[in-house]
């Protein structure tokens, strides 16, 4: 297959798809609406940057204040929104896919933790918070998966249908990372010919380092053609990845050139929302909500700053033509001796300051319809309430705020569950394609329901390869075997197995074999529709509930149920993060020391008085 050509098709789209969605023109979503997600996007990136959109300074060359209401904002979205590893679970509510989702969660975690998965949920966080949309990217590389947010500023998309329209990605990279990605080395060599510095996507320079080749990775439903050369297969659809470039330009003609061609099963892309908004690919976030009252906000301040800087300065008027064209701060030494006309005196311009106190009070009108708009109170700003302000007052307004962001924390663990059926767990079930042993280390309750799992069977093992063991020393000896009491037998197993397994701590060595008779194989199969996603990051009134864990603990205390008590117990150590439930078990399972005996010292008899 020739992957050097002249103009070929899929260069011609590419090049179509980038200059329409850096051409500036908005898309008509209704009669009175239009959106441009490009500017949009950039106008976000300015003011999270405290940076005006029409420029630095004035008309007359005066500096522009950004006072920035955005940052704050953001952060209360971030922080509000939050969701952790330890949030996502997997459960089953089916009997028979019990073990498949116990073990699969076991994996899950030990995946998140090996792939850095929590660095990529605060970053997603950040995005969604700050552009209220982002796309993510899940890729197999090396037998491991990685996941990644997409830079927006290096992305190209339909701003109306993000999913039934090609995904561009944009990169700047350098010849030894094309090669290290394993692409033609013949067209990454005919490359270097035309080595460039770090563009945008409009083409500004955005360092002045050389040696990168810019390379577009095209994701998508495509022509059929695009891969085989054949105008037959132009009208056969099929999913596809194209990584591209291209030297030249519009006048002298382009050159394309195809690093990787090939068809894949599905998009690598998400893309994922706070609040998804119907015929926008890019919803409306922190920054892009506050638009209006940033704007009115600088406004209101450049016009105090113009009112203090002409207040204070000194400017004279007066009547006399001897002083035109002078200025007295300059040309005036000490000791000098002003002389006027006639009735002609000199006297300082009188200022009215309180248009000060008006533009404070626009500025306030416009930030309080910000936060009502954002949800952000006084109280999450971090904002001291009004003398006589009633906590249970702001306690309710605290609660009504953040019911707001419980909605987004549900999309946003819509978007994780989608993430791990589509991508995760699909690439669990291909790496669990075996009998090879698991290391997981898990956490008391997991703990307790793995153990039960394996003691019972493990035991059962033992009492019958015993058993056989007996019966053939027995013939061998030309007697009858000895009876052996099953049940005890059994029970004995399990203590010797549990006194083995307190020595591992929270650790454990999971083979299939030894939980059930399949291979690791056959007890995933179809694990990713057969199991419950649960993201449990939805804020939680934890001060509520670990006081109702308390007085239920109490309650179980003093009414003798000591096993149940402790359960309550184990909870609400692995809610505060205190103390290990691992740790608490380890102290139980320790004998009490021995009281040693001591010689008594005599007492002697105090004097008689």
Same mark, same amino acid.
């Given at each position: 297959?020739?992957?050097?050509?002249?103009?070929?098709?899929?260069?011609?789209?590419?090049?179509?798809?980038?200059?329409?969605?850096?051409?500036?023109?908005?898309?008509?979503?209704?009669?009175?609406?239009?959106?441009?997600?490009?500017?949009?996007?950039?106008?976000?990136?300015?003011?999270?940057?405290?940076?005006?959109?029409?420029?630095?300074?004035?008309?007359?060359?005066?500096?522009?204040?950004?006072?920035?209401?955005?940052?704050?904002?953001?952060?209360?979205?971030?922080?509000?929104?939050?969701?952790?590893?330890?949030?996502?679970?997997?459960?089953?509510?089916?009997?028979?896919?019990?073990?498949?989702?116990?073990?699969?969660?076991?994996?899950?975690?030990?995946?998140?933790?090996?792939?850095?998965?929590?660095?990529?949920?605060?970053?997603?966080?950040?995005?969604?918070?700050?552009?209220?949309?982002?796309?993510?990217?899940?890729?197999?590389?090396?037998?491991?998966?990685?996941?990644?947010?997409?830079?927006?500023?290096?992305?190209?998309?339909?701003?109306?249908?993000?999913?039934?329209?090609?995904?561009?990605?944009?990169?700047?990279?350098?010849?030894?990372?094309?090669?290290?990605?394993?692409?033609?080395?013949?067209?990454?060599?005919?490359?270097?010919?035309?080595?460039?510095?770090?563009?945008?996507?409009?083409?500004?320079?955005?360092?002045?380092?050389?040696?990168?080749?810019?390379?577009?990775?095209?994701?998508?439903?495509?022509?059929?053609?695009?891969?085989?050369?054949?105008?037959?297969?132009?009208?056969?659809?099929?999913?596809?990845?194209?990584?591209?470039?291209?030297?030249?330009?519009?006048?002298?003609?382009?050159?394309?050139?195809?690093?990787?061609?090939?068809?894949?099963?599905?998009?690598?892309?998400?893309?994922?929302?706070?609040?998804?908004?119907?015929?926008?690919?890019?919803?409306?976030?922190?920054?892009?909500?506050?638009?209006?009252?940033?704007?009115?906000?600088?406004?209101?301040?450049?016009?105090?700053?113009?009112?203090?800087?002409?207040?204070?300065?000194?400017?004279?008027?007066?009547?006399?033509?001897?002083?035109?064209?002078?200025?007295?701060?300059?040309?005036?030494?000490?000791?000098?001796?002003?002389?006027?006309?006639?009735?002609?005196?000199?006297?300082?311009?009188?200022?009215?300051?309180?248009?000060?106190?008006?533009?404070?009070?626009?500025?306030?009108?416009?930030?309080?319809?910000?936060?009502?708009?954002?949800?952000?109170?006084?109280?999450?700003?971090?904002?001291?309430?009004?003398?006589?302000?009633?906590?249970?007052?702001?306690?309710?307004?605290?609660?009504?705020?953040?019911?707001?962001?419980?909605?987004?924390?549900?999309?946003?663990?819509?978007?994780?569950?989608?993430?791990?059926?589509?991508?995760?767990?699909?690439?669990?079930?291909?790496?669990?394609?075996?009998?090879?042993?698991?290391?997981?280390?898990?956490?008391?309750?997991?703990?307790?329901?793995?153990?039960?799992?394996?003691?019972?069977?493990?035991?059962?093992?033992?009492?019958?390869?015993?058993?056989?063991?007996?019966?053939?020393?027995?013939?061998?000896?030309?007697?009858?075997?000895?009876?052996?009491?099953?049940?005890?037998?059994?029970?004995?197993?399990?203590?010797?197995?549990?006194?083995?397994?307190?020595?591992?701590?929270?650790?454990?060595? !999971?083979?299939?074999?030894?939980?059930? +008779?399949?291979?690791?194989? /056959?007890?995933? *199969?179809? #694990? $990713?529709?057969?199991? %419950?996603?649960?993201?449990?990051?939805?804020?939680?009134?934890?001060?509520?509930?670990?006081?109702?864990?308390?007085? !239920?603990?109490?309650?179980?205390?003093? +009414?003798?149920?000591?096993? /149940?008590?402790? *359960?309550? #117990? $184990?909870?609400?150590? %692995?809610?505060?993060?205190?103390?290990?439930?691992?740790?608490?078990?380890?102290?139980?399972?320790?004998?009490?020391?021995?009281?040693?005996?001591?010689?008594?010292?005599?007492?002697?008899?105090?004097?008689?008085?």
């Amino acid at each position: 297959m020739d992957n050097i050509k002249t103009s070929s098709d899929i260069g011609n789209l590419i090049r179509q798809q980038e200059t329409d969605y850096t051409s500036g023109q908005p898309v008509q979503i209704s009669e009175y609406v239009e959106y441009n997600m490009f500017e949009d996007l950039n106008k976000i990136d300015a003011y999270d940057n405290s940076k005006h959109v029409s420029g630095s300074t004035d008309s007359k060359g005066r500096e522009k204040p950004f006072f920035n209401i955005v940052k704050s904002v953001v952060n209360i979205w971030y922080r509000a929104t939050d969701i952790d590893r330890k949030n996502i679970r997997i459960y089953s509510q089916s009997q028979a896919n019990y073990i498949s989702a116990f073990i699969a969660s076991i994996y899950l975690q030990n995946w998140m933790k090996k792939s850095r998965f929590g660095v990529f949920l605060n970053k997603w966080g950040r995005m969604l918070a700050k552009y209220g949309s982002t796309v993510v990217k899940f890729v197999e590389k090396d037998g491991e998966l990685h996941s990644m947010v997409i830079d927006w500023h290096k992305f190209i998309c339909d701003p109306i249908d993000f999913s039934n329209n090609p995904q561009i990605e944009v990169l700047d990279l350098t010849p030894a990372q094309l090669r290290a990605r394993g692409y033609d080395e013949e067209v990454v060599d005919a490359l270097r010919d035309d080595l460039d510095t770090r563009k945008t996507l409009k083409g500004h320079q955005q360092d002045q380092r050389e040696g990168y080749i810019r390379i577009y990775e095209v994701h998508g439903e495509l022509p059929l053609s695009y891969l085989t050369d054949n105008e037959e297969d132009e009208d056969t659809f099929q999913q596809m990845m194209i990584v591209y470039s291209f030297t030249g330009n519009q006048d002298e003609g382009f050159t394309d050139y195809f690093l990787y061609r090939g068809k894949e099963t599905k998009s690598p892309y998400m893309l994922t929302h706070l609040i998804e908004e119907d015929g926008k690919t890019l919803s409306t976030g922190a920054i892009k909500q506050l638009f209006e009252s940033q704007w009115m906000v600088n406004h209101s301040m450049k016009a105090i700053k113009d009112i203090v800087d002409l207040s204070s300065k000194l400017i004279l008027q007066t009547s006399d033509e001897n002083f035109v064209g002078k200025n007295a701060i300059t040309s005036i030494e000490t000791g000098d001796i002003m002389v006027t006309g006639v009735n002609q005196g000199l006297s300082p311009v009188s200022y009215d300051t309180s248009a000060i106190v008006q533009a404070q009070n626009f500025k306030a009108e416009w930030q309080a319809i910000g936060n009502e708009q954002t949800g952000a109170s006084d109280a999450m700003r971090g904002m001291q309430p009004k003398s006589g302000t009633a906590w249970r007052q702001t306690e309710a307004i605290l609660n009504e705020n953040y019911s707001l962001f419980e909605v987004m924390t549900e999309n946003k663990g819509l978007a994780i569950e989608d993430m791990l059926r589509e991508h995760v767990l699909t690439f669990i079930k291909r790496k669990l394609n075996s009998k090879d042993e698991i290391i997981a280390i898990l956490d008391s309750f997991n703990l307790k329901k793995l153990d039960k799992m394996y003691l019972k069977a493990k035991a059962q093992e033992l009492f019958e390869k015993k058993a056989k063991e007996d019966i053939k020393a027995a013939l061998l000896k030309g007697e009858l075997p000895a009876f052996i009491d099953q049940e005890q037998e059994i029970a004995t197993n399990q203590e010797m197995l549990q006194e083995n397994l307190a020595d591992l701590g929270n650790e454990r060595f !999971l083979i299939p074999s030894e939980i059930d +008779s399949k291979t690791w194989k /056959d007890i995933f *199969k179809d #694990l $990713e529709w057969e199991v %419950e996603v649960d993201v449990t990051g939805e804020a939680k009134d934890l001060q509520g509930e670990l006081t109702t864990l308390n007085s !239920l603990y109490v309650n179980l205390m003093n +009414s003798g149920q000591t096993e /149940d008590g402790r *359960k309550v #117990l $184990e909870k609400i150590l %692995e809610i505060t993060g205190a103390f290990s439930p691992i740790e608490l078990t380890q102290l139980q399972a320790q004998p009490a020391p021995q009281a040693t005996s001591q010689p008594q010292t005599p007492v002697e008899e105090a004097p008689a008085v």
